[in-house]
């Protein structure tokens, strides 16, 4: 039980690190990004190319994912900056299945390194310093904790300053953020960017603990996991998004102990585990649509 806890935090973790990157984008800019899993796969794809095939140090490796999602994070609002919330949806969600089928159609090394196959034998940061694998992952969940804390506090810093502010109120359309002399396109192109950044550091975590990574990790469901998360939580405000994060990773990881008991088969519960999500996020639009931990609105005295 200890040890299950223990992945359940680190999972839970690497996937806040994704709530909190796709609150920023939606919850503060009202970006409809149905693509962003694609972050998170070019984080754990790169930094996994540079350290397995390139012999990259592990840190620098991180960083490079890091760099390329957030690169590429601005390379997707170039094109679609000026589109409407639901054309901006659909063309990241095209986008984001383009860059899967290249990493599901593309060697990268080896006839077994890529494509399908995926890549195995991921170098995890420190490991030859723990004898013990249960002292290690204790250690990589501390080190998940600290990027997720330091993540967490550097989005609410965000959302604090003028940048955050205008964001909520391109949030509410264009008109008035416009008005007002901003440059919409370039604050949606920033906050794509930062997003995306936050989003490959999720992703190259996942890599270095997983130590596999294959095509079948990035499909668009899991786009649809972290916005339940979001949502769930309460858009526009990040405790509420870590908040739905552990909701869901909880239900996500814990139905393994009920099978033996309703004796379902393995091939049932993946799906079953989905359906008790949708439930739950039909509930929470339709009892509290503002999630679970509302946004608290600054207000003015007149």
């Given amino acids: 039980m200890i040890e299950f806890l223990v992945y359940l935090f680190t999972m839970a973790g690497i996937w806040g690190l994704m709530s909190l990157s796709l609150n920023l984008q939606y919850g503060l800019a009202g970006l409809v990004n149905l693509g962003h899993i694609v972050f998170f796969m070019l984080g754990a794809y790169v930094s996994t190319i540079l350290v397995v095939l390139f012999d990259a140090p592990i840190l620098l490796g991180m960083l490079g994912g890091i760099a390329a999602a957030a ?37 990268l ?10 890549v195995s034998g991921i170098p995890r940061p ?17 080190i998940v904790i600290v990027c997720l804390a330091l993540t967490y ?11 955050g502010r205008t964001l909520k109120a391109m949030r509410e359309g264009d008109a008035v ?3 007002l002399g ?3 396109a370039s604050f949606r192109l920033r906050a794509m960017m930062i997003g995306g950044g936050i989003g490959g550091l999720a992703g190259a975590l996942f890599a270095h603990y997983n130590a596999y990574i294959g095509p079948e990790y990035f499909l668009p469901v899991e786009t649809f996991i972290i916005w339940a998360m979001v949502i769930l939580g309460g858009a526009g405000n990040f405790t509420g998004a870590l908040v ?23 091939q049932v519960l993946g799906p079953l585990r989905m ?3 949708g439930v739950l996020i039909i509930l929470v639009i339709l009892f509290v649509p503002q999630g679970l931990v509302s946004e608290r609105r600054r207000r003015y005295d007149r």
């Fill in 71 to 107: 690169l590429f994070g601005g390379l997707m609002a170039l094109p679609t900056a000026r589109l409407q919330q639901d054309y901006w949806g659909i063309s990241t969600l095209a986008i984001a299945e383009i860059v899967r089928m290249i990493f599901l159609n593309t060697p």
């Fill in 109 to 118: 090394g080896s006839p077994y390194v890529g494509r399908a196959f995926g």
């Fill in 126 to 142: 420190l490991r030859g310093l723990f004898d013990d694998s249960s002292a290690y992952n204790l250690f990589y969940l501390a």
């Fill in 153 to 163: 506090l550097l989005v609410r810093w965000l959302a604090a300053t003028p940048f």
């Fill in 177 to 179: 953020p416009q008005a």
């Fill in 182 to 184: 901003k440059p919409v």
């Fill in 244 to 266: 739905g994060t552990f909701i869901i990773m909880a239900i996500y990881n814990s139905t393994r102990f009920i099978a033996p008991w309703l004796h379902i088969d393995a």
């Fill in 275 to 277: 359906i008790a999500i």
